[in-house]
């Protein structure tokens, strides 16, 4: 017997196995290679349970109460496919050879309660889903900036912004006002029918060009095209209006209430830096505080919770 045997004949063995799981690796030939290869253990099955059971009664609570979850474990232990998998399957847009990918991850379980339950958090809460890998996802002229800044340069790419946080706030005043595909067209013409989707992030195009439009639609705004000014050095914006901002932006893309981030990489990219850790307390700290003194707590894990009074 030679041991290429003992593997399923059905599965290529000398097809290319990817070392780890990654966010960005979402082509769909790559997503049906990991979804048809995913193990889901009984431990596995049963933190899918609670968290979705835990999310179902945070959503049913009327949107007042927060889900905050640190997901731990050991390297190669599953976390960063458990939070990527489930990411999908509230994705609605995501499909494997035209399945949903709700109902490929549905598969892997063995429980059919955990399948309903899935089923049913996802279609009762429709939400966005927003995704990001601090281990590939940084701001290059940043030396280790916040996870919620990183985080919103995130949602504004997610959704379409420029990242220069003016030009992005002019765009988001555009829409509100009915005239973004007035700035469009614009642009197009400016710059010989090129699309701004593909200048968006082009500094040069965007300081010289930006301004200009910008006297040109509200010149009452901006008395001259020197008015207008891309420099964001000055731009101050706190940690809470960051995550104002953001959850605007994601339901004013998608239309839906509902919001999960996910983020991996964490605790690799904070480590002990203290104002990175200081950043991330900020967000939880009332949680945490109130579990110390709420009799009705229900935990997702050892090192993060979310708290019913």
């Known amino acids: 017997m ?45 933190q899918f349970e609670k968290l979705l059971s835990r999310m179902q009664v945070a959503m049913e609570s009327g949107g007042q109460n927060e889900v905050g979850v640190w997901v ?22 995501i499909t494997v050879d ?9 598969d892997r379980f063995k429980k059919q309660t955990t399948k309903q339950l899935l ?7 429709p939400a966005a889903v927003v995704m990001l890998d601090l281990a590939s996802t940084q701001l290059a002229d940043a030396s280790m900036k916040e996870v919620s800044t990183v985080l919103y340069y995130k ?24 005239r973004y ?14 699309q701004w989707a593909d200048y968006r992030n082009d ?48 339901r004013e893309a998608t239309g839906k209430q509902y919001i999960v981030f996910i983020v991996d990489e964490v605790g690799q990219y904070v480590g002990s830096r203290q104002n990175l850790i200081l950043n991330l307390q900020g967000n939880c700290s009332r949680r945490r505080e109130t579990r110390r003194t709420c009799k009705n707590k229900t935990c997702i894990s050892s090192k993060y919770c979310t708290v019913k009074c």
């Open 2 to 46: 030679e041991i290429k045997q003992l593997f399923d004949s059905k599965k290529d063995i000398y097809r290319t196995i990817e070392k780890v799981i990654t966010y960005s690796a979402s082509q769909e030939e790559r997503l049906k290679a990991e979804i048809s290869e995913y193990v889901v253990t009984e431990s596995i099955e049963e």
């Open 72 to 93: 731990s474990g050991f390297y190669g232990s599953g976390k960063s496919s458990f939070t990527k998998y489930l990411g999908l399957a509230f994705d609605d847009a």
């Open 98 to 106: 035209g399945v949903p990918f709700i109902q490929q991850l549905q």
């Open 119 to 125: 089923s049913t958090v996802a279609k009762r809460f």
């Open 155 to 178: 949602i504004l790419d997610w959704a379409g912004y420029s990242q220069n946080l003016k030009v992005a706030a002019f765009e988001r005043r555009l829409k509100k006002e009915g």
């Open 181 to 194: 595909n007035e700035f469009l067209e614009i642009f197009s013409n400016q710059v010989g029918g090129q």
């Open 203 to 250: 500094p040069l195009i965007v300081d010289s060009l930006v301004p200009e439009i910008a006297h040109q639609m509200y010149p009452n705004l901006f008395k001259t095209a020197e008015s207008f000014s891309t420099v964001t050095e000055d731009w101050m914006v706190f940690t809470d209006q960051q995550v104002e901002e953001m959850l605007d932006i994601a």
